[in-house]
């Protein structure tokens, strides 16, 4: 059985609506997402967002896949405002380099699509109809993480790719959200830098030696 087509005139129509429906949650948190406001904010036609996303799920369905698209591109230097072109991944300062780069673009360009994510997520916790969508969202990201570690040499790349995005994850809620968010001077380049040096170092530990953050 062939897989349906889709044509570019499509995938132009959803991207546009994913990243709207972003922006909306990013703006007004989850009550501000219906499919009526997606259509105003895109400039679309009523009834546009409910005819490529039928349902409230598959609208959320859509930004998850979109949210991870948009994080991998940042990952490998193609989304505007472009970051300057991805390094490659030699060593560990090369590695703590690119990463402390993504922490500062997610804490400042990026900020309103992180807190979208998070918002988003919490959803996924609470409505097992998005579960699935919700977890292949989340595969990418940790295979890249996975094989960035394993080219670093690290003896279990898959779990320690598992504890970097969880790092990586609680230090952007923690800075952008957490309870002393609004009181935080501006992000540091010199600060981040070190704080991914660390996060490197740890997840490329041997299991047992317990290195920290």
Same mark, same amino acid.
């Given at each position: 059985?062939?897989?349906?087509?889709?044509?570019? &005139?499509?995938?132009?129509?959803?991207?546009?609506?994913?990243? /709207?429906?972003?922006?909306?949650?990013?703006?007004?948190?989850?009550?501000?997402?219906?499919? *009526?406001?997606?259509?105003?904010?895109?400039?679309?036609?009523? !009834?546009? /967002?409910?005819?490529?996303? +039928?349902? +409230?799920?598959? #609208?959320?369905?859509?930004?998850?896949? *979109?949210?991870?698209?948009?994080?991998?591109?940042?990952?490998?230097?193609?989304?505007?405002?472009?970051? $300057? $072109?991805?390094?490659?991944?030699?060593?560990?300062?090369?590695?703590?380099?690119?990463?402390? !780069?993504?922490?500062?673009?997610?804490? /400042?360009? !990026?900020?309103?699509? &992180?807190?979208?994510?998070?918002?988003?997520?919490?959803?996924?916790?609470?409505? $097992?109809?998005?579960?699935?969508?919700? &977890?292949?969202?989340?595969?990418?990201?940790?295979? +890249?993480?996975?094989?960035?570690?394993?080219?670093?040499?690290?003896?279990?790349?898959?779990?320690?790719?598992?504890? #970097?995005?969880?790092? /990586?994850?609680?230090?952007?809620?923690?800075?952008?959200?957490?309870?002393?968010?609004?009181?935080?001077?501006? $992000?540091?380049?010199?600060?981040?830098?070190?704080?991914?040096?660390?996060?490197?170092?740890?997840?490329?530990?041997?299991? !047992? &030696?317990?290195?920290?953050?």
């Amino acid at each position: 059985m062939s897989t349906p087509r889709v044509s570019p &005139q499509s995938a132009d129509r959803r991207r546009l609506i994913a990243d /709207t429906a972003i922006d909306l949650v990013a703006a007004a948190g989850l009550r501000g997402l219906t499919h *009526r406001a997606v259509d105003g904010a895109a400039g679309l036609p009523a !009834g546009s /967002t409910s005819y490529y996303f +039928r349902t +409230r799920a598959a #609208l959320i369905g859509a930004c998850y896949q *979109r949210l991870a698209e948009l994080d991998l591109g940042d990952v490998d230097g193609e989304s505007p405002p472009a970051l $300057p $072109p991805a390094l490659p991944i030699v060593d560990r300062e090369t590695a703590a380099t690119a990463l402390a !780069g993504l922490l500062y673009r997610w804490l /400042t360009v !990026g900020r309103e699509r &992180q807190l979208a994510r998070f918002e988003l997520s919490l959803e996924a916790a609470r409505n $097992p109809a998005l579960e699935a969508d919700f &977890q292949q969202a989340g595969k990418a990201p940790r295979a +890249r993480a996975a094989g960035i570690l394993a080219a670093l040499g690290a003896e279990r790349p898959d779990e320690s790719a598992e504890l #970097l995005v969880a790092w /990586t994850d609680g230090l952007l809620y923690d800075r952008l959200a957490g309870a002393l968010a609004r009181s935080r001077p501006a $992000p540091d380049p010199a600060e981040l830098a070190s704080v991914a040096r660390r996060m490197i170092d740890a997840a490329l530990a041997h299991p !047992g &030696q317990g290195a920290g953050v």
